[in-house]
């Protein structure tokens, strides 16, 4: 794991000063070592740089920028089966001279070119320069596991696993993209391959992007899509045979992310997708399996008891670290730097601190995210299915004239219900559902936080829509299902741009390597194919996933309502957080910065603190827009 960062300047007025400024602002992803390369060609100037946590091949041997005969390149990630691509390679007559996985991928390309991605079990954001061919190749894993960003403007491309290394070109032309913004606003992300930056884009995940140093011409094409997986024919296999091979292939995802030359833990919440890794881990192994809870005093938000009688039950070498709610508090200024793009998600704070913890133990820890998106765990696929169903039923004339009747009566005005948690919100979201009832629409009003005629209200100017994998209809007639399509898009959107940011950012902010077992390729690949009343049974969610976790820790153990790893963001906007939203919602303020419309957020505020509890989220958003304004945009 580590930073990469680079340029390719067709002006050739880049040089090494400033790719060392670039490389240094991500000191945190590699604080092992650093190496910055530049190349001249005929028609641009190029620099490669890379910050080093070293995980496989602790000696110079795994340095980067690598070279290799006519082949230059800086890699952030981890190939796991890289042992398995150098033995085949050698029966090639390919020779090494280090146990790197970073030197597997040069041979690779040599032996396979492009294709040779298809071998790879990892995750990885790869760029390569072909002198030979004069090319330079960007690759994104198939999940997105691992950032890539690239601004290209005025003959100027610049890439770096963090924004902020971009930003620091002296070329850089810092616009902000109000599209961006406004599905910021109603995410809480950028989806990808947008940025908050004009000019400035994510390589989507499972792409290859090629630029042609003769022509300048850039290509974007796709090297792995889950929708390919989706779109086979559903397995014919039994319950007991589905459980066993599907036990089979975690356990080897898992065994997969513990190959390194350091130690290695595992974030352990006690739900059922940590539970399953930490046990699948320590089942075959003598040695104890390192874990990690962070706790909280709220009992609403704290897991760690749980964790703690499981990792009790496994076996396991256990670590539980109780925060106060000062060090949560105290994470609130950095958040900016790190999620140098606007990032809403407030779990990005007690993910941060897990990390702290884990660093003082292990260089590794495995994460256990994207169970909820293979095996669907979310609550909101449990409102879609139950209700969804309900509402499509209601004939088309009578569902709108509901809608136009709950237009005509505002939430204030409906007696004890507008009393109620999240009442305004949850009237809004069953409006937008009786005006057009397809999955769609419902998948996206569940995932916003602010509705389009929201974001006409709040934003200063018109914005466009942007499109993204929200918009996908790749999934054929033959095998379409609510759920089906819910997952698929949430692989693409949710799962990349918030959940995978997140932990990426957060162990990255500690020097930690982060990895995914739930997000082996094989793993979607297999469960996309299984029977969906496997994963959903009954109202029973990530159904097949439980039975095989009841294997190793008891039902009774592990049967509780899902809980989220949040913060109180309720009570830190009314009391320790007040002063910022005091300052960054001044009429003054807003009315010079000139982006939002000053009336409809002193709206929101006060709602808020007139007891409209529900706005907390909103101000949320709001608020970690500002924080990151202030810090990159001023």
Not at 366 to 380: K, P
Request: with cysteine; aromatic share 12%.
């Amino acid at each position: 794991m580590c930073g990469i960062s680079g340029f390719i300047d067709f002006t050739n007025k880049t040089d090494l000063s400033v790719l060392k400024k670039m490389n240094d602002t991500m000191y945190h992803r590699g604080p092992d070592g650093e190496g910055l390369k530049m190349y001249n060609t005929p028609n641009a100037t190029i620099g490669f740089g890379h910050r080093r946590l070293s995980i496989i091949d602790l000696s110079e041997g795994g340095s980067q920028p690598m070279e290799y005969k006519q082949f230059h390149i800086v890699f952030n990630g981890e190939i796991y089966n890289y042992n398995e691509i150098r033995n085949q390679l050698i029966e090639k007559g390919h020779t090494f001279h280090s146990h790197s996985d970073t030197e597997v991928i040069l041979h690779a390309y040599e032996a396979w070119g492009l294709d040779c991605v298809h071998q790879f079990i990892g995750m990885f954001a790869i760029v390569i320069h072909d002198s030979e061919k004069n090319e330079v190749h960007f690759i994104r894993d198939r999940a997105g596991i691992k950032p890539l960003f690239y601004y290209w403007y005025n003959d100027l491309l610049l890439f770096a696993s963090e924004l902020k290394a971009i930003v620091e070109h002296p070329h850089f032309k810092k616009e902000l993209n109000m599209n961006a913004v406004a599905s910021y606003l109603q995410y809480g992300y950028v989806p990808n391959p947008h940025c908050i930056y004009q000019h400035t884009y994510k390589l989507n995940p499972g792409y290859f992007l090629h630029l042609n140093l003769d022509t300048k011409e850039i290509v974007k094409k796709q090297f792995w899509n889950v929708y390919d997986a989706y779109n086979k024919p559903e397995l014919k296999i039994d319950f007991v045979e589905a459980k066993q091979e599907t036990e089979k292939l975690l356990k080897s995802a898992c065994d997969y992310r513990m190959v390194a030359d350091v130690p290695v833990g595992v974030f352990l919440s006690g739900g059922y997708d940590s539970t399953a890794v930490t046990a699948l881990l320590q089942k075959d192994r003598t040695e104890k399996i390192k874990t990690f809870t962070i706790g909280f005093k709220d009992e609403k938000l704290n897991e760690a008891e749980y964790a703690k009688d499981v990792a009790k039950h496994l076996g396991t070498d256990h670590t539980e670290y109780y925060c106060t709610e000062k060090e949560a508090l105290d994470i609130v200024p950095n958040l900016p730097f790190y999620y140098d793009e606007p990032f809403a998600d407030s779990s990005a704070i007690p993910t941060t601190l897990v990390s702290k913890i884990a660093r003082e133990k292990v260089t590794v820890a495995l994460s256990a995210d994207a169970g909820d998106e293979v095996f669907a765990g979310y609550n909101r696929y449990d409102y879609i299915m139950k209700f969804g169903k309900k509402i499509k039923a209601i004939p088309t004339p009578i569902r709108k004239t509901m809608a136009n009747v709950m237009n005509l009566v505002d939430a204030d005005s409906i007696p004890i219900l507008k009393n109620k948690y999240l009442f305004h919100s949850r009237y809004e979201k069953v409006k937008q559902f009786l005006r057009q009832a397809d999955d769609a629409n419902m998948n996206q009003v569940l995932s916003k936080q602010f509705l389009p005629e929201d974001i006409d209200k709040l934003l200063v100017s018109k914005t466009t829509r942007l499109v993204s994998a929200f918009d996908s209809k790749e999934l054929n007639d033959d095998r379409y299902s609510t759920l089906s399509y819910i997952m698929a898009i949430d692989y693409q959107t949710y799962l990349v741009d918030d959940i995978l940011q997140k932990v990426d950012r957060a162990t990255m902010t500690h020097s930690l390597e982060g990895r995914e077992p739930f997000l082996d390729h094989r793993v979607i690949e297999w469960a996309a194919q299984l029977p969906l009343d496997y994963k959903y049974n009954k109202g029973i969610k990530k159904h097949i996933l439980r039975e095989i976790t009841h294997q190793y820790v008891p039902k009774e153990m592990m049967d509780r309502p899902k809980m989220g790893f949040g913060i109180p963001v309720e009570q830190w906007l009314s009391v320790d957080l007040k002063h910022l939203v005091d300052a960054f919602f001044d009429e003054t303020y807003l009315k010079k910065q000139g982006i939002f419309n000053a009336v409809e957020v002193k709206k929101i505020i006060h709602a808020f603190y007139n007891g409209k509890k529900e706005r907390a989220e909103k101000i949320w958003y709001l608020l970690m827009f500002q924080m990151w304004y202030e810090k990159w945009m001023k």
